[in-house]
Each structure stands twice: as C-alpha cells, then as structure tokens.
C-alpha cells in the first residue's frame, strides 16, 4: 500500500510567487492535514480537510490556502510569498472513521525555499 | 491556548547509553499524547501513544508514561543504538479540536555515536 505522496519533493520560488504544492493521502483515507515545519517555530497546524471541506484551521495568514478533491487528494497554495515561507511543508493524511486517535500518516515533506 | 514544552537538543549519546527525552504539556481538556519520530530525510512516524492518565506507551524498545498530575509524558529508551539517530517530538491532540490537528513540541535531536 503506498504512502503519503508530495510533490514536488524540493520547490525553490522568489519572493512575491505563489505556489502550489500537492498530496495525495494513502487509499481509503478521507482526511488531509497541512503542516508547516520551521527551524525557529517547530511544526506548527496549517489546515485540515475532510471530505473536500475545510473543518479546521491553525494561525496562518490567508495567503495560506487549501482545498481538497472529491478522490481526497490535496493541494495547497500560497500567495504573495514571503522569505519567512520557506519551510517543510508536511502533509498527513489519517481514515476518519470516526474512531478517536486514529494514526496519522505523514509523508516526507515538500521543501520549499523562498529567495 | 494548549502548549508541549520538550527538552532542547541536540542530545549526544553513546551506543548503550539510557535515553530520557522531557516533554510536558498544558491542556485545558483531557488531551492524547504521542511521540513522533522523523528520521533523516522523511516524514514523521508515530513511535507511540497513551490516550489517558497512566497509561504506557512502548515501542521499539521506547517507553513513555502519561503523568497527569505532573502535565508530563517524557520519552525513556534503556540501551539506544545508531539507528535511534533521529528528531523526537512530542505532542499532543485536544479533543476539542478536529483528530487531525496535533500540537507539537520544537522537537529534540538525538545522535547516536558507536
């Protein structure tokens, strides 16, 4: 069963881009989840989707987007980028089938850096 | 708002050594603690979990206890080895959010030397 895939796997952008970076979750799995990895901050929640819809959010400002499809994969966009957005940027996905504490399962990660 | 305080690294050890990695946690609710494990290169991996007061999560020879009258969950290995080298972090999941939302510590870095 394969893993959680990003890609790209390494970004390099300027400042003032955007960019769009993509997930698909392990099959069978409904729910995404976002996270930004920083030296100085740590991993720090962006979003999470269920079932093409946003259910919860962490502190980031709106540059910071997402959405889900209807085969659950997932992408998420950033505008107007900053040097600050440079990060690894983790994408977890997990079953939801209600039960609680499900696993999740992240994959290895898009690093992205902002010039 | 819920926070995970974990010890800072980088932690240095020999082959054999024992392993205590600190990690303590501020939560209004009754939170789920975990501890993840991110490997050179990868993605994190769930290492271990405990759902409740004094429960006991192991694996791989790794152990933490849920402390709930110290806010602690600190991560103990008896004997490590080379392929422990890895970042560790600690962190929790407050059921007052979605499952998918996990608050982490900045993470430790241990290194294992033969």
């Known amino acids: 069963k394969a893993g959680v895939t990003q890609t790209p796997r390494y970004l390099i952008k300027t400042r003032g881009q955007q960019v769009t970076l993509s997930c698909s979750p392990i099959?069978?799995?409904?729910?995404v989840s976002w996270y930004q990895q920083t030296p100085g901050q740590g991993l720090q929640f962006l979003f999470e989707?269920?079932?093409?819809?946003?259910?919860n959010k962490g502190n980031f400002p709106g540059r910071f987007s997402g959405r889900q499809f209807s085969n659950s994969r997932s992408e998420m966009n950033v505008s107007t980028l900053e040097l600050g957005d440079s990060a690894l940027y983790l994408c977890?996905?997990?079953?939801?089938?209600?039960?609680?504490?499900?696993?999740?399962?992240f994959g290895s990660g898009t690093q992205l850096s902002v010039l | 708002g819920d926070s995970v305080t974990q010890m800072e690294g980088p932690v240095t050890l020999s082959e054999e050594a024992c392993l205590t990695i600190?990690?303590?946690?501020?939560?209004?609710?009754?939170?789920?603690l975990f501890w993840y494990v991110q490997y050179p290169g990868e993605g994190l991996q769930l290492l271990l979990k405990?759902?409740?007061?004094?429960d006991k999560g192991s694996n791989k020879g790794f152990e933490a206890t849920y402390r709930k009258e110290t806010t602690s969950f600190h991560l103990e290995k008896g004997s490590v080895q080379v392929s422990d080298s890895a970042v560790y972090f600690c962190?929790?999941?407050?059921?007052?959010?979605?499952?998918?939302?996990?608050?982490f510590g900045k993470g430790t870095k241990l290194s294992v030397k033969p």
């Open positions: 977890a996905s997990r079953r939801d089938g209600g039960g609680t504490n499900e696993k999740l399962f």
């Open positions: 099959s069978g799995h409904r729910s």
């Open positions: 989707y269920f079932s093409e819809t946003q259910r």
């Open positions: 600190n990690c303590t946690y501020t939560a209004t609710g009754y939170p789920s």
């Open positions: 405990a759902t409740k007061a004094d």
């Open positions: 962190a929790l999941n407050d059921y007052g959010g979605s499952q998918g939302n996990l608050i």
